[in-house]
């Protein structure tokens, strides 16, 4: 067998049926046993965009992704997807060509140190240097990568290892001697954790993407159910629990919802969980939950205590973790009262510092295009997204229930990102409306993967919210540098529909609010990939939002007036 | 504080390249490293030594332990510990000076490995603080060059 056979059949033990990638000169001989094979590969237009496929894919899947560049550029033109995919704890298996191996180090034709240039953004990564190494480096690739707190593995094999014939041995057991992740959170701080949410009268969960990695959703709504906690949720975190139920909070943070916001700074015990307390959730974080007992909960012990100061830590699996916490409280005596003072606060703070936004005659206001979304697909859509002020909007105004329908750059905040991640995770749900929200300066960072969405008949739904503005660096200079917008003024624009209609997929542009509703309907309706061109309102801003450096109370904007 | 981390890796390429690079992309300060393989040949052990005043040791040891090949990390105990450092000097010396130099290094029991006309080469083994006593009592001399080993240690007793 050849070194490039062995490679598809170590994908195909590992359970893989969709690749993301394009081909070039020393990735020849995988993509020729390719061929023969019945994975199936989708080609698409830039080497970026498989690596958000990819993550795209496993977000909405729970499945590893797979992703493959030949050596040099095409490796090279990976390297956002994985940073992205190592940012927001993706499992990616990433496959690069690389030179001969006895060409390396001599800056060959398309040489590029790709092990190196993405030491900082994998979990781990390999450069084949013995063919008989495939099948054992690809099972622990993909062991690694979807184990523990998830992320992307590089595998960079040289064109001669993909030729070389070997003597196939499928990999035997994994000996990892330095790579074991806590599962099983510790039973005494358990215990301890159950206690301390039995006697907090203000406590509030604060949950992020660990919960859907881990799957932790039911456990996380039985704790709160029962012990009657609100529960508010990081962006990362969004669908984690139901926002249709009266405890949810929405999200916090900069763009957080108010109620959030407060409920985190006067809470008495907060439970983070598969959080890490960033700086967009914790704004000034010498006041972050200030009077609050902190509970984390988190697979990776590094984060425990790396911001901020823990009083409970319990590293494990969160699901584990949170059905331990609640089989204990359970079993405790508890007082179902206990918070209740605390919910009419959270309801107080609700009526008053409800999301809303003012609706302008003429115009169509982005948020409305995210309610309408919302309302037409029952908020049962997978909503992707890239980074900046439609992000923001859709993290608000869209209804998240479940876990796995929210696929956004959330730790890296890469535009162009939310495109190709749609198209990866239609292909994973195929049956699934997955609609993309988009910019109309981060659509085209990727804008040419409509050829791949064509291609493939990969219907999925592109919302622009057409602003004409790099919208969220706008709103910065709007608000902190006193209205100079330097160079986020986008003055020469494409005809979006017309650059759709020139790919083959349906393209509609929308100048008026009673015409966005039937625009989406008609997208989702026609099975086609569809960009529709919102031309929304150029000045919006996303309100409430709390400046840099601020405590998270301290938010401007979005009062109701 | 300077800490001694012992850290058990697996002996694989890059290895060390993974360890150096995640300190300075974490803003910690390596004050010294020495690598070297164990008893058993697919394992190697680093010996490290930080500032543990700028940088929370916590951290640094639950980042390295990310790192895939990275088997066990000791932060070593100073009073529990035998630690050792080996440094080459070369000192300026001719004929006039070279008892002196000689007779410093004998105090020291560091040994002389080469003498030229105008430069004595001293090699001495202990404790940074020993090795930093001699490099001062020698600079009026005029120290030409050091190469330092960096600190290794080991635990005492049994285990």
Redesign the interface.
Known sequence: MKGSEAIIESLKVAGVEVVFGLPGGMVIPLYDALYDSDLKHFLVRHEQGAAHMADGYARATGKTGVCIATSGPGATNLVTGIANAYMDSTPMVAITGQARSDLIGTDAFQEADI??IT??IV???Y?I?NPNDISRIFKEAFY?ASTGRPGPVLIDIPADMQLAEIDYKPAGKID????KPTLKGHKKQIISAAKAIAAAEKPVFYAGGGIITAGADKELLAIAKLMKIPVTTTLMGLGGFPEDNDLSLGMLGMHGTGYANYAVTHSDLLIGVGARFDDRVTGKLATFARHAKKIHIDM???E???NIAIDIPIVGDARDVLAGILAELKKMKRDPKKTAQWLDQVIAWKKKHPLHYKDEKGSIMPQFVIEEVNRITKSNAILCTDVGQHQMWSALFYKHLKPRHWISSGGLGTMGFGFPAAIGAKVGCPDKTVIDIAGDGSFQMNIQELATAVCYDIPVVVCILNNGFLGMVRQWQELFWSKRYSETVISCQPDFAAVAEAYGALGMTITKKQDVGDAIRTAIKSKRPAVLDFRVKPEENVFPMVPAGKSIDEMIGGHKT | MKHTLSVL??NK??VL??VA?LFS?RGFNIDSLAVGITENPDVSRMTITVDAEEHPI??VT??L????????ITDLDAEKTVARELALLKVKSDAKTRAEVMQLAKIFRAQILDVSRKTITIEITGTFEKIDALEQLLQPHGVVEIVRTGRIAIERGEK
Request: aromatic share 2%; no cysteine.
């Open positions: 092990t190196g030491e900082p979990k781990h990564s450069l240097k690694i990892l001697p330095g790579y990776d012990p590094a425990i205590s790396k | 890796v697996e390429p890059g390249a993974r690079g992309r916590e951290q639950k980042q332990h990310k790192l895939i090949n990275v088997i066990k």
